[in-house]
């Protein structure tokens, strides 16, 4: 393997890590992500941190900071909510998309990840089911036939993780347990017209999570990634 594609490896490897720290919402807004720490913890340069936190910079979960380094991206209730309504309607075309060109393989896959969310949940397993939640709504937009669209949906679930973990309510209840499955079984129908109000209800209850709080302890770096690279 080249030098070139060695990096490129690894500056896959730490993004997806941290994309899945943020879908987990075990990184909350206000974090600093500092370069030094991430390059211990990770082995790996300051070059190629700072290539994946210019990345999700670009994605708009990172703010870059002048004379502070990167931090986990925080959002205004007003922003909070212009992302919701980005997302429901990316989501909503992303299905119209889905129930025309997805497959018999690819939806059984996607039925596969709901499986397996409920089970996380089962077992009390609150980030890993976050994760997979999060995962399904990305791989159904990768599905739908439409690159573009897989591209925003990705900041926009990232963002939306975040915005959770930010203003989370603990006294609302999370979206019910039967809601992606339901999706998945009218997208195999080709019932668009279902789909899409089943989706957009979904988004609705996802968004009805929050209210205009703020965390303020940033979680501790070691904490989120040593035990990942060990496993790695």
Request: charged share 25%; hydrophobic share 40%.
């Amino acid at each position: 393997m080249s030098t070139g594609k060695a990096q490129q490896g690894k500056d896959a490897n730490i993004y997806e890590q941290v994309f899945d720290a943020i879908l987990e919402q075990r990184l909350i807004p206000g974090t600093r992500l500092s370069e030094d720490k991430l390059g211990q913890l990770f082995g790996v340069s300051r070059t190629i941190v700072r290539t994946v936190l210019q990345r999700l910079a670009f994605e708009g979960v990172v703010e870059i900071q002048r004379h502070q380094g990167a931090i986990i991206a925080r959002t205004t209730a007003e922003q909070a909510r212009q992302v919701f309504a980005a997302r429901k309607a990316v989501e909503l075309e992303v299905v119209r998309n889905a129930c025309r060109h997805i497959s018999a393989v690819q939806l059984e896959h996607l039925h596969a990840l709901v499986w397996e969310e409920q089970e996380a949940r089962g077992q009390q397993d609150h980030g890993r089911a976050l994760r997979l939640s999060g995962e399904l709504h990305l791989y159904l937009a990768e599905y739908c036939g439409n690159e573009f669209l897989a591209g925003f949906l990705r900041s926009l679930v990232s963002r939306c993780s975040l915005i959770i973990a930010q203003y989370e309510a603990a006294d609302r209840h999370s979206c019910p347990p039967t809601e992606h499955g339901a999706i998945l079984e009218a997208i195999g129908a080709g019932d668009e017209a279902l789909a899409v109000k089943l989706m957009a209800a979904h988004i609705d209850h996802i968004e009805a999570k929050i209210d205009v709080r703020e965390k303020t302890a940033p979680p501790d770096l070691s904490a989120i990634f040593s035990k990942t690279n060990k496993e790695n």
